[in-house]
């Protein structure tokens, strides 16, 4: 039966990765896509009559406020967004008697591991982004028991602003480049992550926290260090530059940032799907990147 989905934040990394997958499966699901302009989640009533009208089997919230350093200073707007937004969404779906999926992060830990976090670790953000975020789950999860909350880490995709588009950029604006080499986790996909989301639709009776990333665990310099050769194979960066490992204590920013962030994903790979590594997910969306700037033109 056609699933009948309402996205929040269908213009970001996620949103758009679920928007594009859902247009080559119309038979199966039926998108009512909404960004800030049409469904600001931060807003209940608004929220309660976007689900009134499109009488949705799940609302998927894509929805966020992700700007980690911004949300230092910008305290209230971040819990808006993060904590009382999915709070508004857990109680319209609870009204409503329908699912919610929420997705929330890595950042909800507070680093200090040496293990991949389980989905029932004890939580600590150290920035007031991790904050917002965690208040999200609890909020969410207080209204809606059965709801699905999703953690996932290091995103990134052709659309929107990422670690991977701006390491492009830079490389092929400087010499050298200094990238921190002591904070760990695992770059994830936004394209496999959609999927995941869409299998989670899916599957009604799921709920809890699940972690979600792709497989293998990197630096932010391995990264880098692996955007500059897929970047550079298919001629993306055009430059030689220099990559230079660096402490976190060398690159100082206004949020602090967990230094080990891989989390454990056994159960999510059980019963949401199978997981290609980070390296491989990387290839596929600098081909895409590459199509996007070279491929539409040859
Ligand atoms: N990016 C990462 O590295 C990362 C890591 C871990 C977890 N996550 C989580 O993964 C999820 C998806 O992240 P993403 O990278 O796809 O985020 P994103 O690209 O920043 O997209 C978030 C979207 O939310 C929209 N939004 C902001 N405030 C809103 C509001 N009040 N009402 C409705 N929409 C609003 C934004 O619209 P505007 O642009 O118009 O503001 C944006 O389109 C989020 O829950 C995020 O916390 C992300």
Redesign the pocket.
Known sequence: MTKRILL????????SEIRQRVAQMTAAYNLEP????T????DLAQVEAAVAAFKPDVIV??????AVDKAESERDIAF???AK?PENLALAASQAGIRLI??????VFNGDNCKPWQPDDPVGPINVYGES?LAGEQSVLKALPDALII???????R????FVKTMIRLMNERDSLGIIADQVGTP?H?GRLAEIVLSAVDQPTLSGIYHWTDAGVASWYDFAQAIYEAGSKVGLITSACQLKPISTQDYPTPATRPCYSVMDCSRSREDLGHARHWREQLQLMIAELDYENNGANA
Do not use: E
């Open positions: 929040t934040g269908a213009n970001g990394q996620l949103g909404t960004d800030q302009a469904l600001d989640i931060c919230n894509a929805a966020a406020y992700t808006a967004v993060n937004g929420h997705i929330s992060t890595d950042y975020k953690r996932t880490a290091w995103v990134y995709s659309h929107g602003q990422n994830t936004a």
